[in-house]
């Protein structure tokens, strides 16, 4: 069974602070990985996709991948409350070609 | 960017009628939709892939005969729930996989109330 684990939080972060979220995945074969943020209520937004190893930054955000160790983190600096929301970790290889989401962490960022 | 559109975004309907909710890829092709539920605060479940020309793959548990998937062109995924009772209500999103990037964009959702 191909699994993604998550800190189910929540995480909580000062504004303007750095907030580390962590994912581990099972399946070694895994090429993709992949970063959303759901707001309460609404649907998965894609913020990042990272394919190779090290580090992917695009503004605020900034995605790490280390295959060997199996796992991926998202790193958001200069935190906002805007920024409160769950943060799923997906990775590719599920038996359909579909993802295998991780349960997400819950990130609340205090003003 | 990657637009995926879903109708209708929120209906309430009776027990024991159906209904259908589309799912559109605007801006890309999609040979594979995906079709979620989520219950409050609980985390996504993946209901079934939806392939554009041929069957819908269902995961475990999920009754085909009860959530009935079409996927007749690359840029629409339906799913109907059929003789819909209270205990399907919730929150179904769907998702549609951009080949370049095998990334999946979901839709804003459609929350079903069933009285």
């Known amino acids: 069974q191909k699994e993604v684990e998550q800190n189910s939080g929540p995480l909580s972060v000062p504004e303007g602070a750095i907030a580390s979220l962590n994912c581990t995945y099972s399946?070694?074969?895994?090429?993709?990985f992949f970063w959303y943020r759901q707001y309460s209520g609404k649907s998965p937004e894609l913020i990042m996709f990272?394919?190779?190893?090290g580090d992917k930054e695009d503004g605020r955000f900034t995605a790490q991948l280390n295959k060997a160790s199996q796992y991926v983190s998202l790193l958001i600096r200069d935190s906002q409350p805007s920024d409160s929301a769950t943060y799923l970790c997906?990775?590719?290889?599920?038996?359909?070609?579909?993802?295998?989401f991780g349960k997400g962490t819950k990130l609340s960022v205090k003003p | 960017g990657a637009v995926v559109s879903q109708h209708p975004s929120r209906v309430i309907c009776k027990s024991g009628t159906s209904v259908k909710i589309e799912c559109r890829s605007l801006?890309?092709?999609?040979?594979?939709m995906f079709w979620y539920r989520q219950f409050p605060k609980q985390s996504l479940m993946l209901m079934a892939t939806?392939?554009?020309?041929?069957?819908?793959?269902?995961e475990q548990g999920v009754e085909k005969d009860k959530f009935l998937i079409n996927h007749a062109s690359l840029t629409l995924s339906t799913l109907t729930v059929t003789s819909a009772h209270p205990e399907d209500s919730s929150f179904y999103i769907c998702?549609?996989?951009?080949?370049?990037?095998?990334?999946?964009?979901f839709g804003p959702g459609t929350r079903l109330t069933v009285l």
């Open positions: 998702s549609a996989e951009r080949e370049d990037t095998d990334t999946q964009y």
């Open positions: 399946d070694r074969g895994s090429q993709s």
């Open positions: 801006d890309f092709q999609a040979t594979t």
């Open positions: 990272i394919y190779s190893n």
């Open positions: 939806s392939n554009e020309g041929s069957k819908a793959t269902y």
């Open positions: 997906a990775v590719n290889g599920g038996s359909q070609g579909n993802l295998i």
